[in-house]
T-cell receptor, first 113, second 112 residues
Framework: EAGVTQFPSHSVIEKGQTVTLRCDPI?????LYWYRRVMGKEIKFLLH????????ESGMPNNRFLAERTGGTYSTLKVQPAELEDSGVYFC???????????FGSGTQLSVL | DQQVKQNSPSLSVQEGRISILNCDYT??????FLWYKKYPAEGPTFLIS?????DKNEDGRFTVFLNKSAKHLSLHIVPSQPGDSAVYFC???????????FGTGTRLKVLA
């Protein structure tokens, strides 16, 4: 069974540009999460989808970040316009309904220059 | 303010010995705790979890201990193997919230 897949694995963009990250959760997982790790620090929660609905987006840094999960399947996280402090590794995770065990993707390393 | 703290950024242990990784938390509402292991260029992988109704959970070489009064948990790996070398993250949350707070990680190096 395929795990959580993220694309791209790396992205290097200039300040002010737009970047879209994609996450394909494990098939059948209703819960989808985005997390971010900056400069070797803690892995910080960004938001949580249940199917196509945003359950909790309290971790989103500001309105330059937009997450969507059309049809309750894959999700995208768009950063527009990107700033230097947005650099980090963006992880997507998914879980089955009613379980606490999160399965993580390999992450997207975003570098904003 | 960090609610989940892993105060040791790194730890080195000889193969075959016990590795003890520590984690402290501040929020008394946390009642579910997890440990994740992360290899370079990979996402975190679930290792073991514990609910606040228990004080110990064991899975093979991995045991997690929870001390609620001290707001402290620890992960014991016995015996340690070179393949255990990775970054270990502690995470905490309230059951049913699905929003986990992670620590900064501890890099474990098991020396052959």
């Amino acid at each position: 069974e395929a795990g959580v897949t993220q694309f791209p694995s790396h992205s290097v963009i200039e300040k002010g540009q737009t970047v879209t990250l994609r996450c394909d959760p494990i098939s059948g997982h209703d819960n989808l999460y985005w997390y971010r790790r900056v400069m070797g620090k803690e892995i910080k929660f960004l938001l949580h989808f249940v199917k196509e609905s945003k359950q909790d987006e309290s971790g989103m840094p500001n309105n330059r970040f937009l997450a969507e999960r059309t049809g309750g399947t894959y999700s995208t996280l768009k950063v527009q316009p990107a700033e230097l402090e947005d650099s980090g590794v963006y992880f997507c995770a998914s879980s089955e309904a009613g379980t606490e065990k999160l399965f993580f993707g390999s992450g997207t390393q975003l570098s904003v220059l | 303010d960090q609610q989940v703290k892993q105060n040791s950024p790194s730890l080195s242990v000889q193969e075959g010995r016990i590795s003890i990784l520590n984690c402290d938390y501040t929020n008394s509402m946390f009642d579910y705790f997890l440990w994740y292991k992360k290899y370079p260029a990979e996402g975190p992988t679930f290792l073991i979890s514990i609910s606040s109704i228990k004080d110990k959970n064991e899975d093979g070489r991995f045991t997690v201990f929870l001390n609620k009064s001290a707001k402290h948990l620890s992960l014991h790996i016995v015996p340690s193997q070179p393949g255990d070398s990775a970054v270990y993250f502690c995470a905490a949350g309230g059951s049913g919230t699905y929003k986990y707070i992670f620590g900064t990680g501890t890099r474990l190096k098991v020396l052959a």
